[in-house]
């Protein structure tokens, strides 16, 4: 039966969240149980698009990736794909009603890891990041108001900034391989192979500063199923950039920052205290 077959889909998707990262799907894992399974159908496509484009060296990424996109619009169209991944993920987008304009900016940006490796501009790097994260902060945005346009309008900038913020952590945090594996560098007007104090601090500032909106007009404002969740990621990836300013800017493309498991721990038990105290 179908519904049988749509449980088996969503069950993918959570467990490309879980294997992909283990961080995240904690944070999902907080989230009320009747938006999880759809904040794990946005991280499986998304996920899997990306892997498209950073790690299937092997093989045609052009071509897998359009073979991809097709197949989703087909999913949509019909209801149905027997990619589970794909299956689920339209399930959410019709549910939610996500506008084809997301999606859309999500695989450009996908897309530009294909071909494009230097972000010149301050305007390329803002497209590129809306596509890549401010996008799938607003898909998320969607579920967790569940059509309440006038709570999404109010929360959208501070959304997209979450999303932004938690991009620019991954690319600090990842250097190395973007830069000497994939030979692509994101951050405009800034030379990577020459990366110094004054000019990773542009960097955590731009950060900083999208952290401070997302939570400040954002994450104290969200509905209660999703506020423990979201705040929860939000401190993972601040413990991150907390790291990350340690590190000196000459030594950054040799050290890859990870928060330990005890570590995690400590985040959740600190951050649910907050929470249950209505500090939060």
């Not at 404002?221 to 907390?242: M, S």
């Amino acid at each position: 039966m179908k519904e049988l077959f749509d449980n088996v889909s969503n069950d993918c998707s959570k467990i490309v969240t879980k294997k992909y990262s283990t961080s995240f799907s904690l944070a999902v894992n907080l989230l009320a149980p009747t938006i999880r399974k759809d904040i794990y159908n946005i991280y499986g496509f998304v996920r899997f698009a990306d892997e498209i484009v950073d790690t299937f060296h092997d093989f045609d990424k052009e071509l897998l990736m359009n073979q991809f996109e097709k197949d989703y619009y087909l999913a949509k169209e019909q209801g149905i794909s027997l990619n589970p991944i794909l299956n689920s993920f339209q399930q959410t987008v019709n549910k939610y009603q996500i506008p084809d304009t997301m999606v859309q900016a999500f695989l450009k940006s996908m897309r530009a890891d294909l071909y494009k490796t230097t972000y010149k501009t301050k305007a390329e790097y803002d497209e590129y990041i809306y596509g890549s994260a401010d996008v799938v902060g607003l898909m998320c945005l969607k579920v967790f108001v569940n059509g309440d346009d006038k709570m999404y309008n109010e929360l959208k900038g501070a959304a997209m900034s979450l999303g932004s913020a938690f991009q620019k952590v991954n690319f600090l945090r990842d250097l190395k391989d973007d830069y000497e594996v994939l030979n692509r560098s994101y951050f405009p007007n800034i030379n990577l192979g020459e990366l110094n104090a004054d000019s990773k601090q542009i960097i955590i500032d731009e950060i900083e500063k999208d952290f401070e909106n997302a939570f400040k007009n954002g994450i104290l404002k969200l509905p209660i199923e999703a506020k423990f969740g979201v705040y929860l990621a939000y401190r993972y990836y601040k413990r991150l950039l907390k790291k990350l300013k340690k590190v000196p800017s000459e030594k950054i493309m040799d050290t890859r920052i990870r928060i330990p498991n005890y570590m995690k721990i400590n985040l959740l038990a600190r951050s649910y205290v907050k929470y249950k105290l209505n500090i939060i």
